[in-house]
């Protein structure tokens, strides 16, 4: 079990190893739901991104070239949430 401490802010900082478990990384979402027995459930959150969100990402003027294969692995990654 992993233990955590409250900062006096009423915070508190999940661990790489957690953060890892959940498959999530900087900028990612997680949710927290309450049970009735003082519990909580935490998870990552679903992506809602839409397909436009996506096809900027690979326009950059002035960026590195991608191959086809860099494309599918950056797409895969994105939609698949790979971890």
């Known amino acids: 079990m992993t233990m955590?401490?409250?900062t006096a802010k009423g915070q508190i900082t999940l661990k790489q190893d957690l953060l890892k478990h959940l498959g999530v990384g900087p900028g990612e979402k997680i949710e927290a739901d309450?049970?009735?027995d003082g519990r909580i459930v935490v998870r990552a959150a679903a992506q809602d991104g839409t397909i436009s969100d996506f096809i900027g990402c690979l326009s950059q003027r002035g960026g590195p070239k991608l191959t086809i294969d860099e494309i599918?692995?950056?797409a895969s990654q994105g939609w698949a949430k790979a971890k």
């Open 4 to 6: 955590l401490t409250v």
């Open 34 to 36: 309450k049970l009735p």
């Open 72 to 74: 599918n692995e950056i």
